[in-house]
């Protein structure tokens, strides 16, 4: 959270990686920074859950596994081969953190 101006604004980081030196000229890692509100609004309800002050089910952009991970990847595949039938470009980009979606 930072103040700029007269309101608050969250930026959220969310990443493959670990953090750590080591692993980091191994591996390549996938990360994203953003102020995107409803991005910050579902990681901090994410890590509610994670401390079990939330049993959230719902959320705005986030995949979470297994809370929403599974019904939403039955509802990407089946946009996604509608888009394909349709000769529309389809595709799903997903890495190991989850899955990074447009839902609007």
Known sequence: MRREGQTLRRYVHIATGNYNPTSSS???DL???TADEAIGED???????LTAY???KDYRK???????LPRETD???RARDRHAKAGRPARIIA???GWLTNKS
């Open 26 to 28: 191994t591996y390549t």
């Open 31 to 33: 990360g994203i920074f």
């Open 43 to 49: 990681a901090t309800e994410f890590f509610n859950y």
């Open 54 to 56: 939330s049993k959230q």
């Open 62 to 68: 986030l995949l979470v596994s297994p809370v929403n």
């Open 75 to 77: 509802q990407l595949d």
């Open 95 to 97: 890495s190991s953190i």
